[in-house]
């Protein structure tokens, strides 16, 4: 029992750590237990939507930020200071879902809420483009899926964790999927996000994210 509780301790705490070359792009070791947000993170409601509620929480050592709503939706954005480069690197990051949003299908536009998304945003990918590309990735509900890319959404689906409190790791290369969505060369990345929306079922979730990194191409995967 001693061993098993070591081993289950161990995998938050080495997820939050990273490697020594990865980009760090949540920030919660900087971060006090309580705050709304770590720092250079922003908020933005959609579509007029009142925020989800989000705290940074410590619990036994272990720091994550919670995203907590019903009938809300909003963006948690981060811009970065260097735009992140074309093949260098991928995403990797850790999440879980306390709570889903009852009723809530991805694959149908009336029902595309999710307890989390984690997204990423390219900077203009020609010289008359007003809006920027994003790009979703999100845990589903319903049973574990194999990871599938839905072209008309940019979503990348992932099997909700089987229990309440597992943390899922989770990685993609944002680069390579741009081209696959959009067959052309991908600009820099210059924002990650973390999102939450429930506007559609009006059914509450809970969303945790433990860690979200850059990590670099040398770097072996998860």
């Known amino acids: 029992m001693v061993l098993a509780a070591a081993l289950v301790c161990a995998v938050p705490s080495q997820a939050q750590r990273g490697r020594e070359d990865d980009i760090d792009l949540l920030g919660l070791a900087t971060t006090r237990s309580g705050a ?35 009938g809300h939706a909003g963006w948690f954005v981060r811009a970065l200071p260097e735009p992140l480069l074309a093949s260098s690197g991928h995403l990797a990051w ?51 899926m194999p990871d599938r890319i839905d072209s008309p959404f940019g979503v990348r689906i992932t099997g909700r964790p089987a229990l309440a409190r597992d943390w899922v790791p989770a990685s993609a290369d944002p680069f390579s999927d741009y081209r696959r969505l959009w067959k ?18 009006r059914s509450p979730a809970i969303g945790d994210i433990l860690s979200l990194f850059w990590r670099q191409p040398n770097a072996a995967h998860p």
């Not at 705290?55 to 930020?65: E, L, N, Q, V």
């Open 94 to 144: 850790t999440w879980r879902a306390t709570l889903a949003p009852v009723g809530a299908d991805v694959a149908i536009p009336a029902t595309d809420d999710a307890t989390l998304r984690v997204f990423v945003v390219f900077g203009r990918h020609g010289r008359f483009s007003v809006k920027p590309r994003v790009l979703f990735y999100t845990l589903a509900d319903g049973v574990p």
């Open 36 to 70: 709304s947000l770590p720092a250079g993170w922003q908020t933005r409601p959609v579509r007029g939507q009142l925020l989800p509620m989000s705290r940074i929480i410590d619990s036994s050592g272990t720091r994550f930020m919670r995203l907590s709503g019903a």
């Open 184 to 201: 052309d060369a991908p600009p820099p990345i210059v924002a990650v996000g973390v999102m939450q929306d429930t506007d559609q079922t």
